[in-house]
């Protein structure tokens, strides 16, 4: 018999998608009864609660928690949300409900035995509820007591050798596609990039010491599966130099229609027979492909690397032998100033294991020295850029100036020179003016 | 209820403490077929929907299945997806970036049992457990907040907008029919956690009254230059009350230069906006993040206020369901959202969804507004 009476999000059961509301209910049920005989650490009716509370918010049109919540574990700035119900009396089993943001695996492949043992031990000292994931990519444990904060640390770091994620004005969880574990456009190791910045930057991620979040993405290609570009602060997206390589005799196949283009993902519409002059040659924007004869030809020197032909007929063309990745910089959400994407910062550096990243990690290191000393309270990098220009973040990255950082130049003549760079100095005397400009 | 220690000693809060370990190493997890051939793929096909195979240089295949989930999810649920790992795939399995469940197989046989089994799961209510699709040309999962299960600030629900949204679209979860991937996302306030400002469909919650303002206890609670600095139009200043003859510390709004975001909220508790009435949500469309064909770009604004309707949402998934019947019927093959709207233009978008154009859709923050005016004579009756 369920705690609460919940009659709208009982709507929310019907229908094919997957329901938050059922799946609530049998995590209710399975701790009513249960079947393992846990001493639960926080009440055995948190789920009930939090649909009763929610069902509250159905109702009135407006949140019942409490504003932000200050808690955590000794030695972090960061890592758990609090979060308190605002009608403590009526849902006792969410008058506490903080999130622990737990550090993923880079790609999120998992075995079940770490999912069970994260399962183990969350069923004993929290809700049982969980979102796997959160946009930034950590495993978010939702709803707990501040009690088990440390209990669950110690635990989680002790028994599951994982540590917690990161929140606040600091380095967030870092987050990767796939990459090289299962797609064949990876152009360098995503997952180890993610893993290795992620590792050597865990004072950052633990102990706020920025401005405001900063975060870091990485994605394979210019696909962007992780969202790099429009979701972090400091974004790489792989990328190479030099040809895109042509299979001659799979490009035959994909115009004899023996391969579906595109990997068969437009299979269920009725769009007709494959044809590379309107799907492939026609569309590429820099219209550098040519197929005649039977031979598809590039201009590789004009090609964007957009991806679109190698989407398109995947087993006839991939990228370039000389890959890397290029970095972006400033994406952002509208508040304050405006929503940004990441504006290219290097057009192409290399992913050198072998040092150990040291490149990526100079540029990295540039841009928060930076930032770190220049930044406003609460100034994103992306505005930073904006307030004091996008040169000061070139020569902060200690990159080149280069074409390939603007869609186009200035077309305001308001151009800032610098003193020294300007012949005889900004030192002058107006006598020396009159003496040749009578007043 | 007892307590019981993990072992942690508050006495001494600081001793055996590990901290600074990061997440595993990707690699502990990989299953055997990917940690062999991992860099080491030569090309993918999409078998049918929510079903992929990937081919090795070595020869090597695994297949891929794709299935939905409401990421809000339960260690039930959890255990129930360990059960199906454990018994198809070795104890692998993985989640994506748009948070569906992957479960991987070496074999096409396999991979059409496993297909089959999940498409049986289904919760007591009759809702799919994991409903495999969300692959090629159709309508993924959508990225979401947390609404309010979870958080302060929210001008409406996200798992509700969410899962009424997704039983609207659901048979396109299922299909590869449309001119391209449709990615819908949701955000329960403009701080747009997530992806909304760069999906081809976006739910915003929005609030449309100015916030109240708690004077008595505001200058305790707020730093009160921080709540003056949030806000992006400049409609806070420092200000002094008299309440009951006792003079307060506070802030005034200009209301009339308010556009509602909640940052002075998320800043200063003591001035809270929600509101039942107010609050509701408003749709973009247009945006993406890949640089395929074109660059990436922005959603837009194109409905500006859609009352919530919990706890099914009908007038927004009706109209989220009538820009993508549009879209489905006027963009060409590999033609994003935001491609074909701006092909067609702006003007014919409204028309073919029957979207009413107001005043609130035309930018009107800062500079940059002029920018998205219409400097031209070309435009279509």
Redesign the interface.
Known sequence: MAKHKTPLLDQLESGPWPSFVSDVKQEAEARAKNEKGLDYQIPVDCPEDLLGVLELSYEDGETHWKHGGIVGVFGYGGGVIGRYCDQPEKFPGVAHFHTMRVAQPAGKWYTTKFLRDVCDLWDLRGSGLTNMHGSTGDIVLLGTTTPQLEEIFFELTHNLDNDLGGSGSNLRTPAACMGMSRCEYACYNTQELCYNLTQEYQDELHRPAFPYKFKFKFDGCPNGCVAAIARSDLGFLGTWKGAIQIDQEAVAAYVGGEIAPNAGAHADGDWGAFDIQKEVVDICPSQCISYEDGKLKIDNSECVRCMHCINTMPRALRPGVERGTSIFCGAKAPILDGPQMGSLLVPFVEVNADDDYQAIKDIIEGVWDWWMEEGKNRERVGETMKRLGFGALVRAAGVPFDPRQVQEPRHNPYIFWKADDVEGGWDRDINDYRERHQR | ????????N?EK??E???????????D????PV?KNN??K?????????GL?V?VAESGDK?Y?IRC????????????E??DI??KYCG???????R?N?EF?VETEEDAKALKKHLNDQK?????????VGG????VTNI?H?Q????????AT?A??TV??T??EV?EE?T?????A?VRISMACC??????V??SDISILGIHRKPPMIDHEYLDNLCEIP?AV??C?TGAIRPSKVEIDGKSFKTVAVKEERCMF?G?C?TMC?SM?L????G?GIALMVGGK??????K?A?SKVVVPFIP?E???WPTMTKTIRKILDAYAKGAN??ERLGDWATRIGWERFFEVCELPFTEHLIDD??D?AYYTWRQTSQFKW
């Not at chain 2, 919760?123 to 457990?129: E, H, L, Q, R, V």
């Open positions: 209820m007892a307590f019981i220690s993990s072992g942690y508050p809060p600081m055996g403490r590990i901290t600074d370990i990061g997440p595993q190493h990707f502990k997890f990989l299953p990917i991992f860099g793929w030569l090309y993918h096909e999409i078998l049918e929907p992929l990937h695994v891929t939905g989930a409401a990421r809000l999810m339960s260690v039930t649920l959890i255990r997806v360990c790992a454990d104890g692998h399995l993985r989640f994506t970036t948070n469940i991987m919760f007591d209510g009759g809702s799919y457990k994991f409903p692959t090629g040309a159709g990225v907040t609404g309010w299960v979870h958080c302060h600030t929210p629900d798992s509700g899962k009424a997704m039983d659901f979860f299909h590869m029919r449309l001119p991937p403009l701080n747009m956690c997530g992806a400002h760069c921080l600095a949030a992006p975001c940052n909220y508790p809270p929600s509101d039942k009435e609050d993040i890949s640089n395929r064909i074109s990436p922005f919530n919990p706890p099914r093959k590999y923050f800062r940059p």
